[in-house]
Every structure is written in C-alpha cells, then in structure tokens.
C-alpha cells in the first residue's frame, strides 16, 4: 500500500452534511410534505425531514452529489424560498464557503452531479 492508496479512499469518502433550513410559503401541512417529495428526489439527498409548526426542513445529503446552494435553488425554484433576513443569509454564505472549502480539500471536482452554483441532477 502506498501513499496513493491513501489518496484514493479519501477522495473517495463521502461527505455527509446535516442541516435546517427555514422555508416561507407553507401555509398547509400538504406543501411541506410535496417539499419534502421534491427534495428526496434529489441526487445525494438521503433524508428530509419537515416541521410544520416550525416551517422548516431538515435535510442530509451528499456533498459529493449535491450542494446546500443546490438545496436553496431547489426550494426556491418549487416556489418554497428559504427564510430571509440577516441571519439567515450570512449561515448560508458560511456554509456555501465552508463547502467550497471542503470541495476544494477533496482534490478533484465534484462527480458532474452537483456544482457550486447549485446545479445538481435528480434521481432516475
């Protein structure tokens, strides 16, 4: 076993993220649940996890497959746009830079699957 082996299980490895993400336009239980539909559809995406009272969604999934910028633009583009304000928006530029970060750390691009401009491709 050499040092390339090595490299070869790290870039390898999965990187498996958590987050909460506030989303607007929810007034019915139904929609989180057609919110949570669309979100596993999603390449990478392993679990979701809605909570109506708290108008949020709880999301694990694959940064080698897909990005929270991915997650943001999927929410938006179904017409259930993460929270605003100030707060919010500097959580997401943290974790969209420490992603870039982690990316980066992997040596090599993401598998085509998901970028960092938030594209990513569902599931067949």
Same mark, same amino acid.
């Given at each position: 076993?050499? /040092?390339?082996?090595?490299? %070869?299980? =790290?870039?390898?490895?999965?990187?498996?993220?958590?987050?909460?993400? %506030?989303?607007?336009?929810?007034?019915?239980?139904?929609? @989180?649940? =057609? !919110?949570?539909?669309?979100?596993?559809? /999603?390449?990478?995406?392993?679990? !979701?996890?809605?909570?109506?009272?708290?108008?949020?969604?709880?999301?694990?999934?694959?940064?080698?497959? !897909?990005?929270?910028?991915? /997650?943001?633009? %999927? @929410?938006?583009?179904? *017409?259930?746009?993460?929270?605003?304000?100030?707060?919010?928006?500097?959580?997401?530029?943290?974790?969209?830079?420490?992603?870039?970060?982690?990316?980066?750390?992997?040596?090599?691009? @993401?598998? *085509?699957?998901?970028? @960092?401009?938030?594209?990513?491709? *569902? %599931?067949?």
């Amino acid at each position: 076993r050499g /040092l390339g082996d090595v490299y %070869k299980r =790290q870039a390898m490895k999965d990187i498996v993220k958590s987050t909460t993400i %506030k989303i607007t336009n929810i007034p019915h239980p139904e929609q @989180l649940e =057609q !919110v949570e539909q669309n979100l596993n559809h /999603l390449l990478g995406v392993n679990r !979701v996890e809605g909570n109506y009272p708290k108008k949020q969604v709880r999301i694990d999934y694959n940064l080698r497959f !897909v990005t929270y910028s991915a /997650l943001i633009n %999927k @929410l938006s583009s179904i *017409g259930h746009p993460a929270s605003g304000g100030v707060f919010n928006a500097v959580k997401r530029r943290f974790i969209i830079f420490t992603e870039k970060n982690e990316i980066a750390g992997m040596g090599r691009p @993401l598998t *085509g699957r998901a970028d @960092l401009r938030g594209e990513s491709i *569902g %599931k067949s």
